[in-house]
């Protein structure tokens, strides 16, 4: 069983929308910033959205206003809503978990799951 597991990519029109969710378990979820990353062909893994155990959101300057994070508390799930999306969305989609537990810091990544915008 993976920590965390992300779904909801696939194909999609430029002007779309896509929704990507990732779950994990109650023990890393309530200890953790949440977090979605991209990576393309070519590019470094970068930052899209975060958002902390108190709710406070950050976004790449590339999907302010297009990009949406948020938290489901009860479910232990983090989603990602995409509007307006643009070909150089293009990426395959990390969930990441910046965990505190035990004293320490531990940080979590799923597989990924990927996203296609086309023209």
């Known amino acids: 069983q993976a920590p965390l597991v992300e779904y909801g990519g696939g194909l999609v029109q430029a002007g779309g929308s896509l929704r990507l969710s990732c779950a994990t378990s109650?023990?890393?979820?309530?200890?953790?910033?949440m977090g979605w990353y991209r990576q393309s062909p070519g590019r470094q893994r970068e930052l899209v959205a975060m958002?902390?155990?108190?709710?406070?959101?950050t976004y790449a300057d590339s999907v302010k206003g297009r990009f949406t994070i948020s938290r489901d508390n009860p479910g232990n799930r983090i989603f990602l809503k995409m509007d307006t999306l643009k070909p150089e969305d293009t990426a395959v989609y990390y969930c990441?978990?910046?965990?505190?537990?035990?004293?320490?810091?531990?940080?979590?990544w799923g597989r990924g799951t990927e996203v296609t915008v086309t023209v």
């Open positions: 990441n978990a910046d965990a505190f537990i035990d004293g320490g810091r531990r940080e979590y």
């Open positions: 109650q023990s890393i979820f309530t200890s953790s910033d």
């Open positions: 958002i902390t155990t108190s709710g406070a959101e």
